[in-house]
């Protein structure tokens, strides 16, 4: 059954209450200055009587329809004085109801960012920000996105994201951003000297984050891993080097694509860390019967403590708690390692092993 029209007026706030009702006041207030014209100046038409009605509440000021007699234009004086106070009235809710409600949008997102644990920041979301926030997004991965451009930001908040309006330069920013919380921070921006800025205000900000930064310029490289970054990127150098990939060798590139989303196969490539009390720690990879249980097959192990890397390890390789194991299989056998005490993990700073 349909709510009643008392009920529906009654839920809403004071506020609502007060623009609909000078909202009904103001339509009535029309129809009875048109009403009035039209009576008082009996040669005036309909037509005529609500364009008189409606310049004298709007005070445009153009100049009267017709020649008003004395009793015409004391109506005029009365209509003008409550119909011009009820418009600003009903202006000024309207103006308070809209800040109202951007200020409490603004709340809501800035309490959303309080609650986040081990998340991403963005900074920068152009084409390559845009991409690699989808990414992120379409993995479940939690992110803020931190961007100065207005329309931007409004695109960014089209598609449901936490969006930062602000300079990523700026150490407020960031913070608001809850950088102190953070997983990582991937830097984006389209010059390598903002690059290189927000490495360092980030770096200071949180000694431990993981920061991967953008670079144009080849040559930019080194001053942004000195200002703290842990990695850098090249997006043309790297698209330079899977076109070559795709021409010198088809099905390794087919084959990587796969494993890694790009085509649907059903295979991903993950990263896992064998927690204390899990199933797999103090085991081989053949006393685990690995293979047998998961699917899956393990490409790399990371030791800990000093994050070197072991590719292709053997069966007899054992696997220690805090160790990350690279694994190729199928999303749900990642499920059940992540059920028998492995966690997903995030990206190590790793170095290879001799």
Known sequence: ?????????????????????????L????????????????????????????????????N???????????????FAIVGIGCVAFVLARWATVLI?????????????????????IICGYGRV??????ALHDANKPLVVLELDDER??????????VVHGDATHDSVLRSAGIMRARGLITLLPEDSLNVYVTLVARELNPHLYILARANDPASRRRILQAGASQVV????????????????????RFISRVLGVDDFGLVIEQVSVEAGSFLAG?????????????????????SPHSEMHFNPGPHDRIAAGDILIVIGSNQMIHRLVNLGCSPHGTPDVRISA
């Open 1 to 25: 059954m349909p709510a009643s029209p008392h009920y529906w007026f009654r839920n809403k706030t004071p506020e609502q209450r007060e623009i609909i009702f000078g909202t009904l006041f």
């Open 27 to 62: 339509t009535c207030w029309l129809a009875l200055g048109t009403l009035g014209y039209s009576v008082l100046e009996q040669e005036w038409s309909l037509i005529d009587a609500f364009y008189m009605t409606f310049i004298t509440l709007t005070t445009i000021g153009f």
């Open 64 to 78: 009267e329809v017709h020649d008003l007699s004395t009793t015409g234009r004391l109506f005029t004086i009365v």
């Open 129 to 134: 920000g845009a991409d690699v926030t989808a």
């Open 100 to 120: 109202a409600g951007s200020i409490i949008r603004e709340r809501q997102r800035a309490w959303k960012i309080r609650r986040m644990q081990d998340h991403y």
């Open 283 to 303: 085991k081989t990879l053949n006393e685990a019967r690995f293979r047998q249980h998961f699917e899956a097959i393990v490409t790399c192990i990371i030791k």
């Open 153 to 162: 930001v409004h695109q960014a908040r089209n598609t449901d994201l936490t």
């Open 234 to 253: 090249a997006p043309a150098h790297v698209g330079a080097t899977r076109i070559a990939q795709v021409i010198l060798r088809p099905h390794v590139d």
